[in-house]
């Protein structure tokens, strides 16, 4: 893989070496330099567990991992033990290709830190998409990576200003706006991070929003670190190279079958191919993070997830932002007597359980991502071909935060019963 006949028949002569039984010494010495990557562990394979690549053992230069790979693959070792190297040799060429600087990549440094990241990472994305038709988990990753992205930055900055009480005092007047039109019950039936918005958002310290942030910035990190590396592997050196992932045990032939889909030419396989990925990084990558993020000091947690899809503003023609998806509809008894629904465009779901997450990604973001590549390529093209910075910058939602709740309130409304379910 990029290691050249000379490296490989310098390998033959060392073997040849070996077998006479001369220089036993360099022998040694390089046996352990092999020897010393074997069985690894990905400790860093969560990048909530340290900055960096996926050992603090290895090494950042792609030569020498890729001198090391084919070593051990010359030696017939099996690729389950030298997973670790696999790994860090993909990832460090992809982020030296994308343009980041992988050992000093330390999410839990906060939004100014990791802004370049941020950018480069989703510019590489769309820039995988726009060379290649077939990847569109990258190409929807970058159009929605300005929708987060526009979205962490506004938490950096509201970490400054949340000792204002306008988003607490906000979703106290939905509340309140529920209660006066269906009563306490319905008001005890909306969404429980609305509800814990209005009790804790007061309470909420800019220690807290740090903390968020960084989980958010873990995931970020997390998927590109675990689907980037295949998909660089994939245009690379082709679908043999993804083959190694699994004959590694990085993945399973559930992610393999989704690469042989993505490869082979129909619109229909690539699509499910591509959605197999997507489910990978929302359940897999990503899952456990957005559970240990929203369960946060309780209230804080739940508060601030359910915020993340209120204020969402979808990137991708066509798809309706988290609010108007399964929006909040409470029945209650009106006062004569009749079934009665309340009716708030607000979000029923949180954007962190995964359940939630992947009906919506299945029935919006997924579907009319698909449509743009098929049918409105031109536009999509234009769209990633903006400069990344732009892309980020027009997707500022929290900030309006204030000013949508109380807009949510004055919006409520009241109706028969079944009117309008989904």
Do not use: C
């Not at 002569?13 to 990905?42: E, M, Q």
């Amino acid at each position: 893989m990029r290691i050249g006949a000379f490296v490989r028949g310098a390998g033959l002569a060392l073997a040849t070496v070996i077998a006479l039984g001369v220089g036993t010494a360099g022998t040694a010495v390089a046996a352990d330099g092999l020897d010393r990557y074997l069985d690894l562990p990905l400790v860093n394979r969560d990048a909530a567990q340290g900055p960096g690549g996926v050992n603090p053992e290895l090494p950042y230069d792609e030569a020498e991992l890729g001198r090391l790979l084919d070593e051990a693959r010359g030696r017939g070792v099996p690729p389950t033990r030298y997973a670790a190297l696999l790994y860090q040799y993909w990832l460090v060429d992809v982020t030296t290709r994308a343009g980041i600087d992988l050992a000093a990549w330390n999410p839990r440094t906060g939004v100014p830190a990791n802004r370049e990241n941020l950018i480069r990472s989703y510019r590489y994305y769309e820039d995988l998409q726009l060379g290649h038709r077939e990847l569109q988990w990258a190409g929807m990753g970058g159009q929605v990576g300005a929708d987060f992205g526009g979205g962490m930055v506004d938490f950096d900055l509201m970490s400054d200003i949340y000792d204002l009480p306008g988003i607490a005092d906000a979703a106290r007047t939905v509340v309140g706006a529920v209660e006066q039109a269906a009563g306490p019950r319905a008001a005890a039936l909306l969404p429980e991070g609305l509800r814990a918005l209005a009790r804790a958002g007061t309470r909420i310290t800019p220690e807290d929003l740090n903390w968020i942030l960084g989980m958010i910035l873990v995931m970020q990190k997390n998927i590109f670190s675990d689907l980037m590396p295949m998909h660089d592997a994939y245009v690379t050196a082709g679908l043999s190279a993804v083959a190694e992932f699994e004959a590694a045990g990085l993945f399973g032939e559930d992610i393999m079958g989704a690469w042989r889909d993505i490869a082979s030419g129909d619109d229909n396989r690539i699509a499910a191919g591509n959605g197999a990925l997507l489910r990978r990084e929302q359940q897999w990558a990503v899952g456990p993070q957005w559970d240990l993020t929203r369960a946060y000091k309780g209230d804080v947690g739940e508060a601030i997830t359910y915020l993340s899809g209120a204020a969402g503003s979808p990137s991708v023609a066509g798809v309706v932002p988290p609010r108007e998806f399964r929006p909040v509809r409470i029945p209650f008894t009106g006062n004569d007597g009749k079934p009665m629904q309340l009716v708030l465009p607000l979000p029923s779901w949180n954007w962190s359980v995964f359940d939630d997450r992947w009906d919506y990604i299945t029935g919006e973001l997924l579907p009319k991502y698909e449509f743009q590549v098929e049918n409105n390529w031109p536009a999509l093209e234009a769209t990633m071909r903006m400069p990344y910075e732009a892309q980020l910058e027009s997707h500022r939602p929290l900030l309006n935060l204030p000013q949508l709740l109380l807009s949510t309130a004055q919006q409520l409304r009241v109706e028969p019963a079944g009117q309008g379910d989904r």
